[in-house]
């Protein structure tokens, strides 16, 4: 079992404007899920959120837009929340989860004071267009690629549960070892039912499987973070996610759903005797 566990704080500045058809995502607005939506959270809303995640223990705070990518607008938004949040919680590592993105997007959005990026693969390439036809996998794959040449570091993963085979979780875990990630988010689909996706067929047994198999296809990645989906996947069981090969949870609430108490998280890993990071290796 790992000593320190990475902990992470997701923040939503933009919610539920995509236009994309992700059969996964409830911030599409084609499916009317039932969720809050708005263009841009208020700075200082955003920013109490960055000190109540710093007080909590996280290192990272992902700044995350709802849209395909990343406009001209959104790009400035991004820039101009990273660098009010450095004032304020200058301890915290800044990551951008923005969609697709160019080179010159990801060099500018460096400069602004983020230091990884987040896009995942979501699944196999093969399995894709069951779950997304508005844009390519290869798109995703490339901005991962994009990611690396700008020398931000990345982040990448999946979700499983979505009406995939061993095969596509295999092939993903596949393309993600060959993008060489600092961290591997694995996520469990939530199931919302304004979304056309059956609910998550997956067992807690099985689904430790998939972290074990995780950490040992994608094994140089210094982080395999358990992110959404955990509370409902593992209910009584979170403990075990560490025993099977995670070092990092998110903390807090998800981008629609909500999480359970910061200080459960941190009740748990007290007993269970791990020691939060304090810096990032």
Same mark, same amino acid.
């Given at each position: 079992?790992?000593? *320190?566990?990475?902990? @992470?704080?997701? %923040?939503?500045?933009? +919610?539920?404007?995509?236009?994309?058809?992700?059969?996964? %995502?409830?911030?599409?607005?084609?499916?009317?899920?039932?969720?809050?939506?708005?263009?841009?959270?208020?700075?200082?809303?955003?920013?109490?959120?960055a000190?109540?995640?710093?007080?909590?223990?996280?290192?990272?705070? @992902?700044?995350?837009?709802?849209?395909?990518?990343?406009?001209?607008?959104?790009?400035?938004?991004?820039?101009?929340?990273?660098k *009010?949040?450095?004032?304020?919680?200058? =301890?915290?590592?800044?990551?951008? %989860?923005?969609?697709?993105?160019?080179?010159?997007?990801?060099?500018? #959005?460096?400069?602004?004071?983020?230091?990884?990026?987040? &896009?995942?693969?979501?699944?196999?390439?093969?399995?894709?267009?069951?779950? @997304?036809?508005? &844009?390519?996998?290869s798109?995703?794959?490339?901005?991962c690629?994009?990611?690396?040449?700008?020398?931000?570091?990345?982040? +990448?993963?999946?979700?499983?549960?979505?009406g995939?085979?061993?095969?596509?979780?295999?092939?993903?875990l596949? +393309?993600?070892? +060959? #993008?060489?990630?600092?961290?591997?988010?694995?996520?469990?689909?939530?199931?919302?039912?304004? !979304?056309?996706?059956?609910?998550?067929?997956?067992?807690?047994?099985?689904? !430790?499987?998939?972290?074990? $198999?995780?950490?040992?296809?994608?094994?140089?990645?210094?982080?395999?973070?358990?992110?959404?989906?955990?509370?409902?996947?593992?209910?009584e069981?979170?403990? =075990?996610?560490f025993?099977?090969?995670?070092?990092?949870?998110?903390?807090?609430?998800?981008?629609?759903?909500?999480?359970?108490?910061? &200080?459960?998280?941190?009740?748990? #890993?007290?007993?269970? &005797? $791990?020691e939060?990071?304090?810096?990032?290796?």
């Open positions: 079992m790992n000593e *320190e566990i990475f902990l @992470c704080s997701i %923040c939503n500045i933009n +919610s539920g404007t995509c236009k994309e058809d992700c059969k996964f %995502c409830s911030q599409s607005v084609r499916y009317k899920a039932d969720i809050e939506r708005y263009k841009q959270k208020p700075m200082e809303q955003i920013l109490q959120e000190q109540t995640a710093r007080d909590n223990g996280a290192l990272g705070f @992902c700044l995350v837009t709802a849209d395909k990518g990343l406009t001209d607008k959104s790009l400035k938004f991004v820039c101009d929340v990273a *009010e949040v450095q004032k304020v919680a200058p =301890e915290l590592r800044l990551i951008g %989860c923005n969609g697709t993105a160019t080179l010159e997007q990801l060099l500018i #959005l460096k400069g602004s004071g983020i230091k990884a990026y987040n &896009h995942n693969l979501e699944t196999s390439e093969t399995f894709y267009p069951n779950i @997304c036809t508005t &844009h390519p996998w798109e995703r794959y490339e901005t690629q994009n990611v690396n040449a700008a020398g931000l570091t990345l982040i +990448s993963g999946g979700i499983f549960g979505l995939e085979s061993q095969e596509d979780r295999v092939a993903m596949q +393309s993600l070892k +060959s #993008l060489n990630p600092s961290s591997v988010p694995i996520n469990f689909y939530h199931h919302n039912v304004a !979304l056309e996706l059956e609910p998550n067929p997956l067992t807690t047994d099985e689904a !430790l499987a998939l972290i074990r $198999l995780t950490r040992k296809t994608v094994d140089k990645a210094q982080r395999i973070m358990v992110a959404g989906g955990r509370e409902l996947m593992f209910g069981r979170q403990a =075990e996610i025993q099977n090969g995670a070092n990092s949870i998110v903390i807090g609430n998800y981008l629609t759903t909500k999480g359970r108490g910061m &200080h459960q998280d941190l009740e748990m #890993l007290r007993s269970l &005797h $791990l939060v990071a304090k810096k990032v290796n």
